[in-house]
């Protein structure tokens, strides 16, 4: 797609063979294609001393240490098979960087790295007493 909307939005620059009318929509799917081929270069998992930061196609998530419960491998729609962070309050968000998918690219060692940094941090930060009943 990106290279599609790349050689018309070309071709009609260079040529000037489009009527006025097309050149604000074509500019507008040239545009969008472009910020996608660029979040999806920036797509990525990012583990500080304050938490998490996902980034994914369309968002971008930040999350820290104590809302996690944990990071597994596995379902979370629409993927078969991602890395996903499990919160506290149950959802569930995809990690849409580790996915099989490269010849040597291992996504289940990066969420096993991530759970070693959890664990790290719930022993360096203990979470809030619960509330009496």
Do not use: K
């Amino acid at each position: 797609m990106l290279l599609l909307a790349s050689y018309v939005t070309q071709t009609i620059v260079t040529e000037g063979s489009a009527p006025a009318g097309f050149l604000v929509p074509l500019g507008a799917v040239a545009a969008f294609a472009w910020y996608m081929a660029l979040r999806v270069a920036i797509q990525g998992v990012v583990a500080d001393e304050s938490g998490v930061l996902v980034r994914n196609g369309l968002r971008s998530h930040r999350l820290r240490w104590d809302e996690i419960e944990r990071f597994e491998y596995g379902r979370c729609d629409p993927w078969p098979r991602v890395g996903v962070v499990v919160l506290q309050s149950g959802h569930r968000i995809a990690m849409v960087s580790l996915q099989r998918g490269y010849v040597g690219h291992f996504p289940e060692r990066a969420v096993e790295a991530l759970n070693g940094q959890l664990a790290q941090h719930a022993t360096l930060a203990p979470r809030a007493p619960l509330a009496a009943a």
